[in-house]
């Protein structure tokens, strides 16, 4: 299949069901990402941060992803997250990116607005969706660092002016979850994401989901959430067969061996994730 951007991903995904987005650094987290979305016959969508594109090249990812797109039964998008260049964003669409997020969320509300608006403008010109955050997700996603004082959760009335003016494809509003690994139990405010969802029309993102108690991630998606997205647990799951396999070699290592144990870890968390966002036990 070809590549697609994510409004017509989601075309795929059932309703009262979600889409899982899960970042990748490398080869082995995006083959094992690719081998959940296969193994469950989903669609999924590919992310890369800022500071991944800046690692790997956006050419790199872009190529990667085609040719997993190409092989796959299963559609799939590669999805620029959380981009707070205009720049950076222009350049993923010219390599082939099919969709991206503008970050505006540091930025006062009528700056988002109308820097948000720029970006739907260059995208959609492309074909390529848009995603844009309001209020401020907490926790540390990339060199974006978000102390709990400075989180703001959405203002619903707010979301309804923002999708509006700006034409978005897809909103992430800040409900109180946090990127990274939590402290406590997260504090989700589902009554938000329903207050949300009555008042756009727009799919609702949430961030930060990794590290989320699986009950809680079921009632955001009972509440309305469409898309997941999950990057620190696959990376934790991946640091952890890394660390097994590599200590359980002696003598020169079978680093072949070590990448496939790697890549299977990412597909187990991957899979465990798509299930949840499928309502399935
Ligand atoms: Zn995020």
Do not use: W
């Amino acid at each position: 299949m070809n590549l697609v951007n994510m409004v017509d991903l989601l075309n795929y995904v059932k309703k009262g069901e979600a889409t899982a987005a899960f970042n990748f650094i490398g080869l082995d987290d995006f083959k094992g990402i690719v081998c959940a979305a296969e193994r469950q016959q989903v669609p999924v969508i590919l992310q890369v941060s800022q500071s991944t594109a800046a690692q790997i090249g956006l050419d790199y990812a872009v190529a990667l992803t085609r040719v997993a797109a190409s092989k796959a039964s299963v559609p799939i998008c590669l999805h620029l997250d959380h981009a707070t260049s205009i720049d950076l964003i222009s350049e993923a669409i010219s390599c082939g990116f099919t969709s991206v997020m503008y970050d505006g969320s540091s930025l006062p509300f009528e700056e988002n607005l109308s820097q948000t608006a720029r970006v739907v403008k260059m995208a959609h010109d492309a074909g390529v969706s848009v995603e844009a955050e309001l209020g401020r997700v907490g926790g540390k996603e990339d060199d974006i660092d978000v102390s709990i004082d400075d989180q703001v959760l959405v203002d619903p009335l707010q979301a309804r002016d923002f999708v509006l003016a700006t034409g978005i494809d897809f909103l992430a509003p800040a409900v109180g979850t946090a990127h990274g690994l939590y402290k406590g139990t997260p504090n989700i405010r589902f009554d938000l994401i329903s207050a949300v969802v009555e008042l756009v029309e727009v799919p609702l993102v949430l961030h930060g989901g990794s590290d989320i108690p699986e009950s809680m991630l079921r009632r955001a998606i009972q509440a309305g959430i469409r898309k997941i997205n999950v990057g620190t647990d696959l990376q934790v799951a991946l640091a952890a067969a890394l660390r097994r396999a590599l200590s359980s070699q002696e003598g020169a290592p079978n680093m072949r061996k070590v990448h496939v144990i790697a890549q299977d870890a990412v597909c187990d968390v991957a899979c465990d994730k798509i299930a949840i966002c499928r309502g399935k036990q």
